[in-house]
Every structure is written in structure tokens, then in C-alpha cells.
Nanobody, 123 residues
Framework: QVQLVESGGGLVQAGGSLRLSCAAS????????MGWFRQAPGKERGFVAS????????NYADSVKGRFTISRDNAKNTVYLQMNSLKPEDTAVYYC????????????????WGQGTQVTVSS
């Protein structure tokens, strides 16, 4: 089992920045590729970004490319999502997730999920 706890969400004005963190506990963190997803009210949960087990490979949704950066610190068992130039359409609950094999873009591939953290971007 892997437990994931997100933090860092909040209310920010458009154009601002936030950094989300996801702390993992349980099985060795470096065994898991990690992803961030988000779900806005009335919408399906969607892929935001992913990072490989070593951090060597990252992938982003087109809507966040150039604005968001995913990173991880395996010594701290933590994955981060730096979000810059935030827009009102980024408002959502953000979830981190762990995948034992490959951090793809499909949420059903992920094995473990955090509870989520709310990000609200005001215009």
C-alpha cells in the first residue's frame, strides 16, 4: 500500500503561482511513477502531468505545457507540481497518483490516489 497526501492548494489570482506537494508513505517511493490529475466541477477527472520513477521523463497535458512543471525528490518521498501563470480554467481539485509500471495519461492505470487539494484561481 502507498499513502499519498497532497498539500499546497489554495486561492490565487489569475497569473499567480502555486506549488502543490504530494507526500508518499508506505512502499518505496522510487518504485512508482507519479502523476497529477485534476477534476473541475461537473467535469471528468483529467490528466495534468506525469513523471517517471527516476524523474528522467515527464509528460504534460497540452493545456498546461509551459506553465506547469512536475518534479520529484525521491529522498523526500515527494512529488511536486509547480503551477505558474494560473488561469481561472485551472480551478479544480488536484490529485496525485502512483503507478507501479508507467505513469501514463489514463487515470485507470494508476494504483494509488491521494484525497486531493483544491486550487481556485480567481479572475
Amino acid at each position: 500500500q502507498v499513502q499519498l497526501v497532497e498539500s499546497g492548494g489554495g486561492l490565487v489570482q489569475a497569473g499567480g503561482s502555486l506549488r502543490l506537494s504530494c507526500a508518499a508513505s508506505g512502499r518505496p517511493f522510487s518504485n512508482y511513477a507519479m502523476g497529477w490529475f485534476r477534476q473541475a466541477p461537473g467535469k471528468e477527472r483529467g490528466f495534468v502531468a506525469s513523471i517517471s520513477k527516476t524523474g528522467a521523463r515527464t509528460n504534460y497535458a497540452d493545456s498546461v505545457k509551459g506553465r506547469f512543471t512536475i518534479s520529484r525528490d525521491n529522498a523526500k518521498n515527494t512529488v511536486y507540481l509547480q503551477m505558474n501563470s494560473l488561469k481561472p480554467e485551472d480551478t479544480a481539485v488536484y490529485y496525485c497518483a502512483a503507478d507501479q509500471v508507467l505513469a501514463g495519461t489514463r487515470d485507470y492505470r494508476y494504483d494509488y490516489w491521494g484525497q486531493g487539494t483544491q486550487v481556485t484561481v480567481s479572475s
